[in-house]
C-alpha cells in the first residue's frame, strides 16, 4: 500500500517556539493532505486540508496564524505550530490523497507527538 | 449532536467471542464510510470500506444501513491481536473524513 512518513515521531519543545512537522507521500503523487489533531481518548479532529499549490483550507475554530501549512509539491506538506502552549501538545497525525484509486482512500502517517512544556 | 457517534466501550470479551459494535452518523446525505482501527498511539489504519449491500472480509462483517444511518462492524472468532479501538468514519464533502471518537475493544485470554 502506499506509505505516507512524518517527520518527527516525536518533539519536545519549549512553551513560545515553533514546531514544524513534515509530512511526505513516499511512493505516490498527493494532490490534496489533510491534516488532523488527536488529543488523548479523543477522537481525530480534522484541523485543515492542504491542496499543492494553493492555500490550504481550515476548519472552523482552527487559527490559520497559528497552525502554517505549506503544500509546496506533491510529495511534501508541513504543518507548523507557531508559538507552541501546553494546550497544543497533542498526537498530530497527517494523511495524504493519490489522484488514483478510490477517491476517499486516504494514507494515513505515523504520527507526530507534540508536547510542549 | 456530533456528526458521527460510537459507544466507547471498553468491550471486555474472552478469545473466540463475537462482538459487534455499531455508529450513527447525522449527515443523511453521506456517501462513503469506513471502519478504521487503530492502536494505541498509532496512526488509524483502513479495516475496511463499508458498502450498501453488507459487505465481509475474513472475519469481519460490516453492514450499512441507510434509512437508520446506521453501520456496524461484526468481528467473529476474536482474536487478542484484535484488542484496539475501531473508529467508524464518515466521507464528507471534498473527500473529508469524519472520525467517530472510537470504540475500545480488550479481547482477554
Known amino acids: 500500500g502506499a506509505v505516507v512518513s512524518q517527520h518527527p515521531s516525536r518533539v519536545i519543545c519549549k512553551s513560545g517556539t515553533s514546531v514544524k512537522i513534515e509530512c511526505r507521500s513516499l511512493d505516490f503523487q498527493a494532490t490534496t493532505m489533510f491534516w488532523y489533531r488527536q488529543f488523548p481518548k479523543k477522537s481525530l479532529m480534522l484541523m485543515a486540508t492542504s491542496n499543492e499549490g494553493s492555500k490550504a483550507t481550515y476548519e472552523q475554530g482552527v487559527e490559520k496564524d497559528k497552525f502554517l501549512i505549506n503544500h509546496a509539491s506533491l510529495t511534501l506538506s508541513t504543518l507548523t505550530v507557531t508559538s507552541a502552549h501546553p494546550e497544543d501538545s497533542s498526537f498530530y497525525i497527517c494523511?495524504?490523497?493519490?489522484?488514483?484509486?478510490?477517491?476517499?482512500?486516504?494514507?494515513f502517517g505515523p504520527g507526530t507527538r507534540l508536547t510542549v512544556l | 449532536r456530533k456528526e458521527v457517534e460510537q459507544d466507547p466501550g471498553p468491550f471486555n470479551v474472552p478469545e473466540g467471542a463475537t462482538v459487534a459494535f455499531n455508529c450513527t452518523y447525522s449527515n443523511s446525505a453521506s456517501q462513503s464510510f469506513f471502519w478504521y482501527r487503530q492502536d494505541c498511539r498509532k496512526e488509524p489504519k483502513l479495516l475496511m470500506s463499508?458498502?450498501?449491500s453488507g459487505n465481509e472480509d475474513g472475519r469481519f462483517t460490516a453492514q450499512l444501513n441507510r434509512a437508520s444511518q446506521y453501520i456496524s462492524l461484526l468481528i467473529r472468532d476474536s482474536k487478542l491481536s484484535d484488542s484496539a479501538t475501531y473508529l467508524c468514519v464518515v466521507g464528507g464533502s471534498s473527500y473529508k473524513l469524519i472520525f467517530g471518537s472510537g470504540t475500545r475493544l480488550l479481547v482477554r485470554p
Open positions: 463499508v458498502y450498501s
Open positions: 494523511s495524504a490523497k493519490g489522484t488514483s484509486g478510490r477517491a476517499d482512500t486516504q494514507y
